[in-house]
């Protein structure tokens, strides 16, 4: 009798602990959602000219902050009760580590909006607003990818995301040597074209976020570190863990 109370104790605190996990996995994905409107509103005022959108997509910010903040204080005192070992700590470390690069995504996405609110109110349209749309399709894809792949906790969709960090990148120094030669060839248009080159570091970065967020949820489901590994090597974490073909096109 005795015995079973035990184990009815341990089953309860069991159930109560991933309830606490649970949310806090919930309070993640949450906060991704808000990240990514955030992302998308910044970049949808300053290609359609919209200071309104760009001040919305400022107040999400404060937001965004605050929740970095729940989580962590939920991380930490989940830690300090409940002494979590080998996957449960996993998880909850590689929770906090994905909110800090969230909330960074969102710091830029605030840094966007700012410059679209500057060039709306200087009546602008500068060169650049042609790669800004191209390289925010694509960095837009990212985050709406690695937030799918962490609620379906599918690291082969995190490692896409991770690959897709390359094409930004190219897509970004393509960016700046065409608007730098414009510079040049125009030095009137430096101060708006400067703005413009602004946002694409800002969209840059948001790609970088999305690929750190990708390595989290590597680590998470297969317990390998993939932060300064290579891409060739996170690829072949995810087919040691998943044991199934990568597609690799593109």
């Not at 079973?4 to 309860?12: C, Q, R, S």
């Not at 399709?137 to 995301?161: E, H």
């Not at 414009?182 to 694409?200: A, F, G, K, T």
Request: aromatic share 4%; proline share 2%.
């Amino acid at each position: 009798m005795v015995e079973f109370e035990k184990d009815g104790y341990n089953a309860h605190i069991s159930q109560q602990f991933n309830d606490e996990l649970e949310q806090i996995r919930t309070e993640l994905l949450t906060m991704g959602g808000l990240v990514e409107r955030q992302v998308h509103d910044s970049i949808e005022s300053l290609l359609n000219g919209d200071a309104e959108l760009a001040e919305q997509s400022l107040r999400v910010d404060k937001q965004t902050n605050d929740m970095e903040l729940q989580i962590d204080e939920h991380c930490t005192r989940t830690i300090a009760r409940r002494q979590p070992a080998a996957s449960d700590l996993r998880m909850i470390m590689a929770i906090t580590r994905a909110a800090s690069d969230l909330e960074r995504i969102g710091d830029e996405a605030t840094r966007i909006s700012r410059q679209a609110i500057e060039l709306v109110n200087a009546g602008e349209s500068p060169r650049g607003y042609q790669e800004v749309r191209h390289i925010g399709t694509l960095v837009r894809a990212m985050v709406r990818d690695v937030l799918t792949a962490f609620a379906r906790s599918d690291i082969q969709l995190a490692y896409q995301v991770a690959k897709q960090d390359k094409a930004v990148d190219r897509e970004y120094r393509t960016a700046m040597r065409s608007l730098a030669t414009y510079m040049m060839e125009d030095p009137r248009s430096i101060s708006s074209v400067l703005n413009v080159i602004w946002v694409l570091r800002a969209l840059e970065r948001i790609g970088d976020h999305s690929c750190n967020l990708a390595e989290h949820l590597v680590y998470l489901v297969s317990g390998t570190d993939v932060r300064h590994a290579s891409l060739q090597e996170m690829k072949q974490t995810v087919r040691d863990e998943t044991e199934e073909p990568i597609d690799d096109e593109n």
